[in-house]
């Protein structure tokens, strides 16, 4: 075989390998406002998902120092908390969440507020309402 063939032959293997993005600050390992769950924050399809990796404790944060009584009798080891979070041009990301503790979902909007906090707050509510800080895990980076 030629050098030219040879060298058309690695170009193109190298061409048909997947070009992977760096990943998004959003993106890796987030301990929840209460403290109870660490949430994986990952692409699913064209959006990113929020799944729970690890859990922490279990205490309410609708009723502070008592244990959490989750409407949702489901593990949450594995559940997908966050939905659908798409950018939006505010430079959020919008979705849905999942609150274990009364079982509903609602819109929501995310936003980097330092390298490693996350800004989580449903939509639709009064400013500042029900929003949470979440802290990035140790060793969280993508």
Not at 62 to 70: E, F
């Amino acid at each position: 075989m030629s050098l030219s063939i040879r060298l058309l032959a690695g170009a193109l293997a190298l061409a048909a390998l997947p070009l992977h993005a760096a990943p998004l600050p959003e993106q890796g390992r987030w301990i929840t406002a209460s403290g109870n769950l660490e949430v994986e924050i990952a692409p699913c399809g064209k959006a990113l998902c929020g799944t729970v990796s690890k859990v922490l404790g279990n205490r309410s944060m609708s009723h502070p120092g008592q244990p959490m009584q989750a409407a949702d009798s489901r593990p949450a080891l594995g559940m997908r908390l966050l939905t659908d979070l798409r950018p939006a041009a505010d430079g959020t990301w919008q979705g849905r969440v999942y609150n274990r503790e009364n079982g509903q979902t609602h819109d929501c909007e995310l936003r980097l507020v330092a390298a490693d906090q996350l800004e989580l707050r449903p939509l639709g509510m009064p400013a500042m309402a029900g929003a949470q800080t979440w802290r990035r895990a140790a060793g969280g980076m993508p």
